[in-house]
């Protein structure tokens, strides 16, 4: 095995699926759980190199054919019972063959990727014996080049998942969700051209009002593009969107550019009315396909503009859900399927809403296209939560190529609306510093999406008011995210009624309020942990919502009842209770009235 540390992915940085081919590495590993993450490492003969024990003639402790099984995509811990609480690390491994096409492309010179969709915390990869990557994004999209020498007919590969908990982590020691670990995404290899168009995406500059349905947008289509050698010899590079007749193709000359798209005329991306186009970018060698990517592109505009949000320009009121990336189930977990995602967004819609916070971490690109063609808009959020060890250069690091990595991977999506970098973090040394640099590449990288984060306010003088309170972070959001648990937390629910939001400066939307509500408590509404008390205190926060004239919108926390270690009373038992819906979506009396709330919103 080789000593070298390798980071990820080689010049190749982000890699886009759009709808290339990749080959699906998912279905049964072998699995093995290690408290000490050493296991096959540091020993002359190991796991890496697939031997057999009763085929050596000296001790042999390591033996993928002896691992439990596991399914991947999946967290370890809801697979099986004695894996529930491990928070250690997990070796995953598997033989992999490779087929005649990926051989073929190979010695035609084409790259070979191996694509993590997302992992929980950190990974190192093996190949052969050899290391091929070690990453520390939680929840992102990894890809590691594997080098075409190093590729045999039959290759093992190992992946080893970290997911213990660290104060320089981010997320940090103290969460208030399940740390679900492994190989929580897809796993794929793919093959790629030497010369390929890394990533593309669309964005708005402006969108101008035109007639009727039919609207005159400012926007570009930004490209970028990779080939080892940085050389574009005889290259021309096209965009297609057939609908729209239009066909515009470049000769190339640099790894990234734009396409402009202004004053086309079309029909508009709005929330609950996805309409989105085909396009096609197509690289071209003397007239020889390349490489080809397809995607769908909704053209829409988020604005800012003093205390009003505005999509398309109009002004636009958020009818909310916020949920965790939990499947439902009396078991919880991570979801293992395109359904498990299905049922959540179907669920959140039943109530009406138009806006979806994906809470605390990225989600699986997944929800970003189902949101697209369901026409939800969408927050994203990287996990800084509550406590931050900024100074340190290891958490900076991974804010920062968090942030970047989780708007590389929304780019282009027509659903979103905004990126939030922190929910609830406190004035920490560093905060200001790191998280300041954070927001300023993310508004670089894509200038058409609102910065924002979720604060909480203190409850002072009947009222909620962010910016009563020096934040070194609110300077960077356009829009603002606020926290409040009236009723629950502060003030008790009798005070509500006197209760009032302040929207300081900039447009703001209630992006958590609730209480909990375990299934099957009845009980008093002024007394807490019952189902009715449960719908007193939405009443109430919905009639302070209604006097509150320039908010922006409001999101209950939460859609479903979750796991979470921090909530231990008898009445929780290891779930949060908050869900408008119970674990397996038993939907409890909070579901209708929120149903009859966002029909009556403006
Ligand atoms: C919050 C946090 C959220 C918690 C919630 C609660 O303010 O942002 O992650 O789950 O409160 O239930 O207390």
């Known amino acids: ?43 002359s003969r190991n796991v890496f190199e697939g031997l057999k024990p009763e085929e050596e003639d000296r001790a042999i402790e390591y033996d993928i054919d002896g691992f439990d099984r596991i399914s991947v995509p999946g967290d370890w811990n809801t697979q099986k019972e004695e894996f529930l609480l491990f928070e250690g690390f997990g070796w995953y491994a598997r033989k992999l063959a490779i087929s005649s096409v990926e051989k073929e492309a190979l010695l035609r010179g084409q790259r070979l990727f191996l694509r993590l969709d997302g992992v929980n915390y950190a990974v190192d990869v093996w190949w052969n014996g050899q290391q091929i990557g070690s990453a520390e994004l939680p929840f992102l999209p990894l890809s590691f080049e594997i080098d075409s020498e190093q590729v045999q007919d039959e290759n093992l590969l190992v992946i080893r998942v970290d997911a213990r908990r660290a104060e320089h982590r981010i997320p940090s020691e103290r969460y208030d969700w399940f740390n679900y670990g492994g190989l929580i995404r897809s796993v794929r290899l793919m093959t790629m051209p030497g010369r390929f168009i890394a990533s593309a995406a669309y964005h708005s500059t402006q969108i101008l009002r035109g007639e009727g349905e039919l609207t005159v947008v400012n926007g570009q289509y930004a490209y970028e593009l990779q080939a080892s050698d940085r050389k574009w010899p005889g290259h021309t590079l096209t965009l297609e969107i057939p609908e729209l007749d239009y066909q515009q193709s470049i000769s190339v000359e640099q790894a990234s550019g734009t396409f402009d798209l202004s004053e086309l005329a079309v029909e508009l991306w709005q929330p609950g009315k996805a309409r989105l186009y085909a396009a096609r970018m197509s690289l071209r060698q003397d007239g020889q396909t390349v490489d080809q990517i397809e995607q769908e592109i909704g053209f829409k505009q988020i604005e800012c503009i003093g205390t009003e949000l505005r999509v398309n320009q109009a002004p636009f009121y958020l009818k909310g859900v916020a949920l965790h990336e939990e499947r439902l189930g009396a078991e919880g977990g991570k979801p293992r399927n395109l359904q498990d995602i299905q049922d959540l967004l ?21 929800w970003l296209r189902e949101c697209d063609r369901r026409g939800l808009l969408v927050w994203d959020e990287i996990p800084v939560y509550w406590e931050v060890t900024y100074n340190d250069t290891r958490t900076e690091s991974i804010i920062r190529q968090s ?40 508004k670089q990288l894509d200038p058409s999406i609102p910065a924002t984060a979720a604060f909480n306010a203190p409850f002072q003088n009947n009222q909620y008011d962010v910016e009563c309170v020096e934040h070194s972070i609110y300077e960077h959001v356009d829009v603002v995210g606020l926290n409040e648990y009236g009723g629950w937390y502060n003030p008790p629910v009798k ?53 509150c004239e320039k908010l922006s919108g409001w999101t209950p926390w939460v859609l479903k009842d979750f796991r979470s270690t921090l909530r231990a009373n008898a009445f929780q038992k290891g779930w949060n209770r908050k869900g408008l819906v119970g674990p397996e979506g038993e939907k409890k009396p909070v579901f209708e009235l929120i149903q009859n709330a966002f029909k009556q919103e403006k």
């Open 1 to 43: 095995m080789s000593s070298k540390k390798v980071n990820e992915c080689c010049d190749a940085g982000y890699l886009q699926l759009n709808d290339r081919a990749s080959r699906l590495l998912d279905g049964e590993w072998g699995f093995f759980a290690d408290n000490m993450g050493a296991f096959g490492l540091k020993r």
């Open 346 to 366: 179907d669920l959140a819609q039943e109530t009406g809403c138009n806006f979806m916070r994906l809470a605390h971490y990225p989600y699986d690109e997944a």
């Open 403 to 442: 942030a970047k990595r989780m708007v590389e991977l929304s780019r282009g999506h027509a659903c979103m609306l905004c990126h939030a970098l922190a929910n609830e973090t406190w004035e920490l040394p560093g905060r200001g510093r790191v998280m300041g640099a954070a927001f300023k590449e993310i």
């Open 495 to 547: 005070e509500l009624p006197q209760a009032n939001i302040v929207v300081g400066s900039k447009p703001l939307f209630v992006t958590e309020f609730g209480a909990a509500g375990p299934l099957g408590r009845h009980g008093a509404s002024d007394e807490l942990w019952n189902l009715d008390s449960q719908k007193a205190i939405y009443e109430e926060q919905i009639a302070m919502f209604e006097r």
